[in-house]
């Protein structure tokens, strides 16, 4: 079998450049303090979200028509994100219920776009509960979760095409878009599901929610799951009891960081 001498090195360029790009796109997070590999800016993020949100909404029966429950997700929505350190993002916070009654779900566009379906809503029994949804799916925003996925789908398409030589590894940003509306909140990892539980209790606590009530919320979503039907929320998302676990060593963490301030 001969090989192609001038496919491999395309090959090796396509390697080196995917690489490079995905590499030398860093930016430090002010929130997390982590060092992030992400392509997009803050404005494109927004308007991604912005752009993806009348889709996202559509997927679950539209808005909610209850008036009552729409103002009191967006009124806690809110003092999550103005009493805690996310009001220190540039984030253009915005909170729907979806009308959608059987799926139990959340969801975060990147930029802001914060989304509960009502299949959620009616099994919370509290505030609190509530400002714990809010604040994980905060915690996705504001971690940047959608945008360090997108970098990393671009470093593994350049990759394969690198293989498959030649095809351009390029995703439109429509084409991005779309896949955002479609499945980016059911695709978050394992590692970004815990941070973003470690910060829904970290702004719980910033704007004077009881974050215990992320523990029961950790409950609601096991229950919920009961028999063979397991929710959308989960179904990507570490195990209920596991993520517990986590709440409770984030909990004691932010007593005493807060403790000392
Ligand atoms: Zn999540």
């Known amino acids: 079998m001969r090989i192609n001498k001038g496919s491999l090195i395309i090959a090796a360029v396509i390697v080196l450049f995917t690489l490079f790009r995905y590499y030398s796109n860093t930016q430090k ?36 028509s209850n008036m009552q429950n729409q103002a009191i997700v967006k009124e806690v929505g809110q003092r999550i994100v103005t009493k805690s350190s996310a009001a220190e993002t540039p984030y253009k916070f915005d909170f729907h219920l979806l009308a959608d009654p059987n799926t139990v779900n959340a969801f975060a566009l990147p930029g802001g776009q914060i989304f509960i379906t009502e299949g959620l809503l009616r099994r919370l029994t509290s505030e609190d509960q509530l400002a ?14 959608s945008a360090e996925k997108m970098a990393k789908d671009q470093l593994y398409q350049g990759l394969l095409s690198s ?34 539980d470690d910060l829904g209790v970290r702004f719980m606590m910033e704007a004077g929610y009881d974050p215990r009530a992320l523990i029961d919320v950790m409950q609601i979503l096991k229950d919920a799951s009961g028999g063979r039907e397991v929710p ?13 676990e986590h709440i409770i060593e984030s909990i004691k963490k932010y007593s005493e960081i807060f403790h000392k301030q």
């Open 29 to 64: 997070n002010e929130i997390t303090g982590e060092t992030q590999h992400i392509a997009l800016s803050v404005n494109d993020e927004i308007a991604m979200g912005l752009q993806s949100a009348p889709q996202m909404a559509a997927e679950f029966g539209g808005l909610s």
């Open 132 to 145: 714990g949804v809010v604040g994980h799916e905060v915690g996705h925003v504001v971690a940047r979760h």
């Open 163 to 196: 293989v498959a030589v030649g095809s351009g590894g390029d995703m439109s940003v429509a084409q991005i878009g779309q896949v955002v509306a479609s499945n980016i909140s059911m695709s978050f990892g394992r590692g970004q599901e815990l941070q973003s």
């Open 232 to 244: 959308e929320f989960q179904s990507t998302h570490p195990s209920p009891d596991n993520r517990k």
